[in-house]
């Protein structure tokens, strides 16, 4: 499972390391503490579409607080040597068994920078958001998913915006189905720096 605001529970995914060796805490390869003592990762995200503008999410629960349920995004952390677009492509691949081509993604739209605690740690990932398109609501699949993804999410889920406006549990990152509306009639070229109240601001060099 990937992190996205939330708490989900320890594992290792078998993937390579970022940044080099094994992990140090309970958390995945990916994460590194920084000099501040904050477990750090990079990670990256797809809005994904269908052709009827619904939009794929996943719904996880957290293993400290099985109670507490979230809808977030398709993606996760960025392996040893990648950039952010082939995690992308891989993480959406795995999640969901839909193959994009690298021209199917678009931007990074949105970056964010997301702090939680997380398995009873403090941390900070830092992401890039890209959007993509598939025809026909994709028929997804769970057969990429890992043991403690099979344990963790609940749901694959395509979602009519208006629908998703009016769903009563948390959704990241915040404000999303607003972010997307927009997003519907094209990108305008500009990456936008999420805040954690779903507003953003236009990112230095976009």
Known sequence: M??????????????????????????????????DGM?????????LLD???????????????????????VGGGLDD?????????????????LLLAPDDLVGPVF?????FDFVF????????????????GGVVSREGWTALENELIDELRWFPLD??????????PAGLVDLVRPLLVGWDGRTRHLDETGG???RAGS
């Open 163 to 172: 629908e998703l406006a009016a769903v009563t549990i948390e959704v990241f």
């Open 51 to 73: 052709d009827a503008d619904r939009l794929l999410l996943m719904r996880g629960h957290d293993a400290d607080a099985p109670g507490r349920h979230w809808w977030f995004t």
């Open 2 to 35: 990937t992190a996205a605001g939330s708490r989900p529970a320890a594992g290792d995914t078998g993937r390579p390391h970022a940044e080099g060796g094994g992990p140090v805490h309970a958390l995945g390869p990916e994460w590194r503490r920084g000099a």
């Open 81 to 97: 040597g990648e950039t952010s677009r082939d995690a992308a492509l891989r993480e959406v691949r795995e999640e969901t068994g």
């Open 200 to 202: 953003y601001r236009e």
């Open 39 to 47: 477990l750090f990762r990079r990670a990256a995200r797809v809005i």
């Open 111 to 115: 970056t964010r920078s997301a702090v």
């Open 121 to 136: 740690e403090h941390c900070r990932q830092d992401e890039d958001l890209y959007l993509a398109r598939v025809a026909g």
